[in-house]
């Protein structure tokens, strides 16, 4: 059949995206607008800015983080290397992605799981959500009975004693290395091998906005908009269950890894007057143990609904802490008691699961407590 050459088509024109501000305090936004919400949840409007979608092509405009520039074309465009929303800091443009890997930083209390262990025995590989693995070195954790000495040959052979592919630590970010991977440590009493308990992943870890500091115009204007775990004072705390579930550990990991658990009571010394070294004596191997406790039905369906308060909370876009997730639990309990209509209901049976408008109440009634 004949080939036809028809002429080439006039280039699209370039959609210009609207960097003006709403209102005075967008003009200088020096700290960033991160946005990190989906559709669902979108704050203000804000369009989600696809890879290669081009941004601007006027060139009074500095690409940032996210962005790229063609420079083949007259003039040059600023384009879009991720997925998420724009952000302008002055002149400067970047994407904020929608979703991202936990930065570690030091000092960060994360939860990991042990992915491998070295060939050579003297430090274990964690997956901490970030985008490398970090690393536990055997020089780094408590040895059974709190000894000080410097590791030996023998230790090395028996390191699968401490930790075992697949489970689960707690652990702080001891330091980084030049190509961003964490050094962890786990030289206190407080962390440690996880048992007994429930293991939550949300996204958008790492925020510095805390759901305490909400708006209660509506669910999802929390400062810091985008659910995930808050940096907070106290990462590691205890609540007092319900039904006669006793006292539920809470460890939120800085990375957007959650330990939910059966309340354990720290190892029983008389610390009066004893040094940290002292102290750390009282480990023992129990620590290192791989095996459950009972749990008992009531303490299982209470880590139930702190587990199903937490996802409600990072569902509808608020950052996760403990004081906000106090209220989010008194706000789950008082909705079961008024749908059963028994103030103190002994037997226990509660929905614990919550999802859709039962889910968006209980965010609604706790930001409205934090006012």
């Excluded at 510095?208 to 004072?233: D, P």
Aim: hydrophobic share 35%; with cysteine; glycine share 12%.
């Amino acid at each position: 059949m004949p080939i036809s050459i028809h002429p080439p088509a006039p280039a699209a024109s370039i959609p210009q995206h609207d960097f003006g501000a709403d209102d005075e305090e967008d003009k200088f936004d020096l700290e960033g607008d991160v946005n990190m919400t989906d559709a669902r949840s979108r704050r203000r409007g804000k369009p989600v800015i696809t890879p290669g979608e081009i941004i601007t092509d006027d060139p009074q405009w500095m690409r940032g983080h996210g962005t790229t520039t063609a420079g083949s074309t007259q003039p040059p465009t600023i384009s879009s290397t991720l997925f998420g929303t724009l952000s302008r800091t002055n002149k400067l443009l970047s994407i904020v992605p929608i979703r991202t890997r936990y930065t570690p930083s030091i000092g960060d209390l994360i939860v990991g799981r042990i992915a491998t262990v070295s060939a050579t025995g003297k430090r274990w590989h964690v997956d901490i959500g970030a985008p490398l693995l970090a690393s536990l070195p055997l020089s780094s954790i408590n040895l059974p009975g709190g000894v000080l000495r410097k590791r030996t040959a023998v230790d090395e052979l028996n390191v699968r004693q401490y930790f075992v592919e697949g489970e689960l630590l707690v652990a702080e970010v001891q330091a980084l290395f030049q190509d961003g991977a964490a050094a962890l440590h786990t030289r206190s009493l407080r962390y440690g091998k996880l048992r007994n308990g429930f293991f939550l992943s949300v996204t958008g870890a790492g925020g510095e906005g805390s759901g305490s500091a909400a708006s209660t115009k509506g669910v999802g204007n929390a400062r810091g908009a985008g659910g995930g775990v808050a940096r907070s004072r106290r990462q590691m705390f205890t609540m007092q269950g319900t039904h006669g579930a006793g006292q539920i550990d809470v460890v939120m990991g800085v990375n957007g890894y959650i330990w939910i658990a059966k309340h354990v009571e720290p190892p029983t010394s008389d610390t009066r007057g004893a040094s940290i070294t002292s102290m750390e004596e009282s480990v023992s191997a129990s620590i290192y143990s791989s095996q459950n406790d009972e749990v008992g039905p009531a303490t299982r369906r209470e880590i139930a609904r702190v587990a199903s308060c937490i996802k409600a909370l990072v569902q509808w876009g608020v950052k996760v802490d403990e004081e906000v997730l106090a209220k989010a639990y008194e706000a789950a309990i008082e909705i079961e008691v008024e749908a059963k209509g028994v103030q103190g209901d002994e037997t226990g049976r509660a929905e614990a699961y919550l999802a859709g408008e039962s889910g968006r109440r209980v965010v609604e009634l706790a930001l409205s407590e934090l006012g």
